[in-house]
């Protein structure tokens, strides 16, 4: 049973940070391309960064560059989202993606919500 399950999100005041990990099971994660997006209430949902299989390459939405990372941890299965200099537009529901395009494959996680407030 394929599952991916974030964790991380909450509440934080702008400027602040937050980490997210996505912990996957039952496929072959080193295997997968691994992406994060977000959808905020009324928008569409955006990607947020993206993470090659050996995580050599990686690429990010302009809003988000340079403040936001991806990496990820084959050994572990799990892919991480350092949020660092968080605005009040980070505000949003984030999603773990995993892709195995030649396959045809693509699962998401349930999401995880992340409010920046003050």
């Known amino acids: 049973q394929v599952q991916l399950v974030e964790s991380g999100g909450g509440l934080v005041q702008p400027g602040g940070s937050l980490r997210l990990s996505c912990a996957a099971s039952?496929?072959?994660?080193?295997?997968?391309?691994m992406s994060w997006y977000r959808q905020a209430p009324g928008k569409e949902r955006e990607l947020v960064a993206r993470i090659s299989v050996a995580g050599i390459s990686t690429n990010y939405g302009d809003s988000v560059k340079g403040r936001f990372t991806i990496s990820r941890d084959n050994a572990k299965n799990t892919v991480y989202l350092q949020m660092n200099s968080l605005k009040p537009e980070d505000t949003a529901v984030y999603y773990c993606?995993?892709?195995?395009?030649?396959?045809?494959?693509?699962?998401w996680g349930q999401g995880t919500q992340v409010t920046v407030s003050s």
């Open positions: 993606n995993a892709a195995f395009t030649a396959a045809g494959r693509n699962y």
């Open positions: 039952g496929f072959t994660f080193s295997s997968y391309a």
